[in-house]
């Protein structure tokens, strides 16, 4: 019960600076510049001060015994970073967006490959990130990290997919499965080359392969399920990446062709998930289904808790009233907005 009301404290203390903060834009922005509402990128200022304050009120509230410890204010800030890295992890995303979008096709496959750099260094930067605010590198650390950054890129996949040419999509998935399989051929080597190094390595492995096998399933089902309500439900308009084409969204013109990729995703994951359990089954006796059993029993309500907030915030994002204008045109300050089939037209985000 301590846990939980220090947790419902935490939330007052990021939501009403929030509000705040929110309100406080509007006026400035609104009834001191003139400009139209809204203001480019508020949520990227309004929420690290919300975690900002969340943080704060965390720290003031735990117990002395834990704050004179010497290790409390170093833990805190880490804790700051590591909410930021999130942020910083999302903008990787942004950029490959960008040159998902402005490359020549006939180089655009070449991004297939830069794609997973960014997936390593998302995943290593929270990792990092994580184990000093914890204080030690668990595994728990290695699980939360891990699921963070699939679930990042599961959702990027998602939805552009569809948009890139067919051997930039090809290539992505193939080099997805081709991890997933090498992943499993690291495991057997550490198996066989026993030591207390690999050992450490060897779990820490299982755990990365559990996470990302699991999200790569389970990610795309969910992402389709809330793109059905989203393309049929009354907000689809002002939904950027659903029907609303506006700045760098790419609204869905096919639907059918959107569900294709994403069964194929699902299907590829679902190919390797087979031959990585048998594998390990077969010739290691790991059983990856008792382990990912396990991991749900321990972390089962964190992971639900990190993937609902990864798919709220997806969607939030994609509303044009919050003006991401990634294009940094901001043609709708004057009161127009030029949308993505060249039609101009005015009041769009009124």
């Given amino acids: 019960m301590s846990s939980v009301n220090i947790s419902v404290i935490m939330y007052?203390?990021?939501?009403?600076?929030?509000?705040?903060?929110?309100?406080?834009?509007?006026?400035?922005?609104?009834?001191?510049?003139?400009?139209?509402?809204?203001?480019?990128?508020?949520?990227?200022?309004?929420?690290?001060a919300a975690g900002?304050?969340?943080?704060?009120?965390?720290?003031?509230?735990?117990?002395?015994?834990?704050?004179?410890?010497?290790?409390?204010?170093?833990?805190?800030?880490?804790?700051?970073?590591?909410?930021?890295s999130m942020i910083i992890g999302e903008?990787?995303?942004?950029?490959?967006?960008?040159?998902?979008?402005?490359?020549?096709?006939?180089?655009?496959?070449?991004?297939?490959?830069?794609?997973?750099?960014?997936?390593?260094?998302?995943?290593?930067?929270?990792?990092?990130?994580a184990a000093k605010t914890v204080g030690v590198e668990d595994a728990t650390v290695t699980i939360i990290a891990a699921h963070f950054s699939a679930m990042r890129h599961v959702l990027f996949l998602s939805v552009n997919l569809v948009n890139s040419t067919r051997l930039t999509s090809y290539l992505?998935?193939?080099?997805?499965?081709?991890?997933?399989?090498?992943?499993?051929?690291?495991?057997?080597?550490y198996i066989k080359n026993p030591s207390e190094k690999n050992e450490q390595r060897k779990r820490s492995a299982i755990l990365v392969l559990i996470v990302n096998e699991t999200v790569e399933l389970v990610g795309p089902i969910l992402y389709s399920l809330c793109l059905?309500?989203?393309?049929?439900?009354?907000n689809a308009e002002v939904l950027g990446n659903v029907k609303s084409?506006?700045?760098?969204?790419?609204?869905?013109?096919?639907?059918?062709?959107?569900?294709?990729?994403?069964?194929?995703?699902?299907?590829?994951?679902l190919v390797s998930t087979v031959i990585s359990f048998a594998v390990l089954q077969t010739y290691a006796h790991v059983n990856i289904i008792k382990a990912y059993i396990q991991m749900q029993k321990v972390l089962g309500y964190a992971l639900v808790i990190q993937q609902t907030?990864?798919?709220?915030?997806?969607?939030?994002?994609?509303?044009?009233?919050?003006?991401?204008?990634?294009?940094?045109?901001?043609?709708?300050?004057?009161?127009?907005?030029?949308?993505?089939?060249g039609n101009y037209s005015c009041n769009v985000i009124l």
């Fill in 12 to 48: 007052c203390a990021a939501i009403i600076p929030l509000i705040a903060l929110e309100c406080l834009f509007y006026f400035l922005w609104v009834n001191i510049g003139g400009y139209v509402w809204p203001m480019p990128f508020q949520g990227y200022i309004i929420m690290p």
């Fill in 52 to 84: 900002t304050s969340a943080m704060a009120i965390f720290y003031v509230l735990c117990t002395r015994t834990w704050k004179t410890s010497g290790h409390a204010k170093r833990k805190t800030l880490y804790a700051l970073v590591f909410l930021n």
């Fill in 91 to 129: 903008w990787f995303y942004k950029i490959m967006l960008w040159l998902f979008q402005n490359l020549d096709e006939n180089y655009q496959w070449t991004l297939a490959f830069l794609l997973l750099v960014v997936r390593a260094m998302n995943f290593r930067m929270l990792k990092w990130c």
């Fill in 172 to 189: 992505i998935l193939g080099s997805d499965f081709v991890i997933n399989v090498v992943s499993c051929a690291k495991i057997m080597l």
């Fill in 228 to 234: 059905l309500l989203a393309y049929f439900g009354p």
């Fill in 245 to 269: 084409g506006l700045w760098q969204y790419v609204a869905i013109d096919d639907i059918y062709e959107t569900y294709f990729w994403i069964v194929l995703m699902v299907f590829i994951d």
């Fill in 309 to 341: 907030y990864m798919m709220t915030e997806y969607v939030v994002l994609l509303y044009t009233s919050l003006g991401c204008d990634f294009t940094f045109q901001f043609e709708w300050l004057d009161g127009c907005s030029n949308n993505s089939t």
